[in-house]
């Protein structure tokens, strides 16, 4: 992995633990999670040999999903908030959140499609039928969402299967 600082000790608790974990503390819009998915995919482009595992997972998943926080929702918790929920010291975040913008060369907005795509991707992993257009959740308002509009949070603890194919977005959008 070309990301040293990302790496740490393997997380004492589960990913889906981790995701449950950020949902109830973070105070963040669900739709944060399809974009801190975005960015996932975006370093994975930037850094082939970026993989999830078990002891890097935890700053991926949660810087990208602060970021996508930071973008999207017009309330948001200081970086020493979301570092006691990452169990991370502040100056940890910091720095982790500087690498992962420059990683991303600061490429943190989003178009309606790539969300829509993404959104809907994670519905088709979750074994549901995607809802129309208008029905998902719009970018920047997006705050609570409830039923079948959304995957649950438990299904995007398994994001590699978005690392799998570098050029879907792309296929996606030209269909």
């Not at 739709?31 to 994975?44: H, P, S, T």
């Not at 999207?72 to 720095?95: C, H, P, Q, V």
């Not at 993404?118 to 979750?126: D, F, P, S």
């Not at 920047?140 to 590699?160: Q, T, W």
Request: with cysteine; glycine share 6%; hydrophobic share 40%.
């Amino acid at each position: 992995m070309d990301l040293p600082m990302f790496e740490g000790s393997k997380s004492p608790i589960s990913p889906s633990a981790y995701i449950k974990r950020i949902v109830k503390y973070g105070g963040l819009s669900p739709c944060c999670f399809v974009v801190g998915l975005i960015y996932l995919e975006r370093l994975k482009r930037q850094e082939p040999t970026v993989c999830l595992t078990s002891n890097s997972f935890q700053r991926l998943i949660l810087v990208a999903v602060m970021l996508a926080a930071k973008y999207l929702d017009d309330f948001y918790y200081s970086n020493k908030r979301w570092a006691e929920i990452g169990g991370i010291s502040t100056r940890e975040i910091n720095m982790l959140e500087l690498e992962f913008l420059f990683r991303l060369e600061f490429s943190v907005g989003i178009t309606r499609e790539e969300y829509d795509w993404h959104a809907g991707q994670l519905l088709l992993n979750e074994g549901m039928v995607p809802p129309p257009q208008e029905e998902l959740p719009a970018l920047g308002r997006c705050k609570l969402l409830e039923g079948p509009k959304f995957p649950s949070c438990s299904n995007i603890a398994d994001a590699s299967s978005f690392f799998d194919a570098p050029d879907y977005a792309e296929n996606a959008m030209a269909e």
